[in-house]
């Protein structure tokens, strides 16, 4: 586990969001203006949290919104280097 956050294991990868969190930071953008700009619900907040999965259009949302790439906002951990 890193970072000692729970992630959900997609076939045989780990999901985090951290870069995402880092961003808007770095934006000065509270969780709650992203939700509200780039349309996402509460409970996919939630999933984003908890380094869920998460539809692709709510992913390209949140892209278009900050102006960056997938890339710039998750990444995928294969589990192993996870241990």
Known sequence: MLCGRVMQRTLGML????????????C???QSELRTRAGIAP?????????????????IRICSTLKVNI??????????ESE
């Open 71 to 80: 890339g710039d906002i998750m990444d995928l951990i294969p589990e192993k």
């Open 15 to 26: 999901i985090s969001y951290k870069k995402l969190w880092k961003l808007l930071i770095d």
């Open 28 to 30: 000065e953008m509270s």
């Open 43 to 59: 409970n996919t907040m939630t999933k984003l949290r908890r380094n869920q999965v998460v539809a692709m259009n709510v992913l």
